[in-house]
């Protein structure tokens, strides 16, 4: 679960409640990393790049996976602006830093380490670039040749870690100061504009549509940090956002609940459209331009479409988010390298599309929550290493700070 807990000057001002919870956000943020399992064991299938694939590729499949890659990482770097108010919100910028690169960087090392060579050793495997063993591949060529995919250390699917560790050290004094200053001008403004007129909820997107049309040509996505420049700032822009749409609170979620029918609409002619000239036009300088406006307006409709159902229908408690908030950290590092272990068995058999997948998405998600709750929530040193803090600790610790927020 999510508690945002505002800071006390802000709390001086609006006299309100000391804890926030956004049990939608938990929803959100669970069902959109358990799309990212599904769309992974998709990319087995489709006919583009990936560790491993199938001996049969099925590209019908690739436009529902199409329609999902639109908004799928965009809302998750959303909502982990948000999570960030949070995070900070109680914290000093010292404690906040040192916090990010205990949840984040702790499980990145790891990962690198200990969860994604096995997907590099069973990738070069099927290449036929490495014979042997596991512990040959360990022993030998795992950390002696250089960065993937020339060498063979990688993050692969861990490189979101990164990413955010990077964004909150870079923007924790943008932050610090948007949470010192609740009635800074850009909050005054953004509430207002919000309040009075809904539909510049959509000035969101001209910076992201300056960024598709004029840096995602030059800089197609590489996920290595460096020379990654289009996908890290706009996902940069998308944290940021995330951070200031929190930052209004009930000027949010009233727009976007207000919103959520228009933007159901709009998501779905954006996307019509773009499946029009993804199938009947060729490339050129006006369908560029073109495309990416309807890509950016499409990426934005769905954000708002799932905030503002989720807002009306999922902002309740319940057990069973509550349990899956804890365990999605866990799941996110362990999914892929399972689910490329357990392609690597089914990959030469002459089985059909659902069989396979089924086996691959059952095997993932099962194979993810034994390890969960069979080693790593039972053994406590274990915890760092896959973002998990002390349950006890945390109940704790939350039960004091409200303690001294309502004191205040």
């Known amino acids: 679960m999510l508690d945002y807990h505002l800071p006390r000057t802000y709390l001086a001002v609006k006299n309100d409640m000391s ?16 799309l990212l399992i599904l769309y992974h064991v998709g990319m087995f299938f489709v006919p583009w790049g990936w560790h491993i694939k199938n001996n ?17 990482l965009p809302i998750l770097f959303v909502i982990s602006g948000m999570g960030t108010a949070f995070a900070l919100s109680f914290r000093s910028g010292g ?21 994604v060579p096995p997907q590099v050793y069973l990738e070069r495997l099927v290449s036929g670039t490495f014979q042997g063993s596991y512990l040959d591949f360990l022993r030998t060529v795992a950390f002696t040749q250089g960065v993937y995919p020339a060498g063979n250390i990688s993050w692969h699917h861990l490189w979101f870690l990164p990413y955010l560790l990077v964004y909150s050290l870079l923007l924790s004094p943008v932050f610090i100061y948007l949470r010192n200053h609740p ?8 509430r207002r504009w919000l309040t009075e007129y809904p539909l510049r909820m959509y000035w969101f997107v001209v910076p992201l549509y300056l960024y598709e049309a004029l840096l995602e040509p030059f800089f197609p996505v590489t996920h290595n940090l460096v020379w990654d420049w289009f996908n890290f700032i706009s996902s940069a822009t998308l944290f940021l956002y995330g951070f200031l749409l929190i930052s209004v609170r009930d000027a949010f979620w009233t727009t976007v609940e207000r919103l959520r029918k228009k933007a159901l609409f709009l998501g779905s002619v954006c996307f019509l459209a773009m499946l029009g000239i993804w199938l009947y036009l060729e490339d050129g300088m006006v369908v560029h331009f073109t495309e990416a406006a309807l890509k950016v307006i499409n ?3 769905w954000i708002l479409v799932l905030f503002g159902y989720g807002a009306k229908y999922l902002n309740h408690p319940s057990r069973t988010v509550t349990y899956a908030n804890r365990a999605v950290y866990p799941f996110y590092i362990l999914h892929q390298t399972i689910t490329i272990i357990l392609g690597y068995f089914l990959m030469d058999m002459n089985w059909g599309l659902t069989p396979k997948f089924t086996i691959l998405t059952l095997g993932t998600f099962g ?12 053994i406590p040193f274990l915890h760092p290493l896959f973002g998990l803090k002390p349950q006890k600790k945390q109940e704790l610790r939350s039960a004091r700070i409200k303690r001294q927020l309502l004191q205040d």
């Open 367 to 378: 194979g993810a929550w034994l390890l969960y709750e069979g080693l790593i929530k039972p």
């Open 95 to 115: 404690q906040f830093r040192q916090e990010r690169l205990q949840r984040l960087g702790i499980p990145l090392v790891f990962g690198i380490l200990m969860v």
């Open 299 to 301: 990426m934005w409709s």
């Open 19 to 34: 804890t926030i919870r956004r049990y939608d956000l938990d929803w959100l943020r669970v069902s959109v990393f358990g």
């Open 56 to 72: 049969v590729i099925y590209p019908e499949l690739r436009w529902p996976m199409l329609f999902v890659n639109q908004w799928r």
């Open 183 to 190: 009635q800074a001008r850009v909050l005054r403004t953004l």
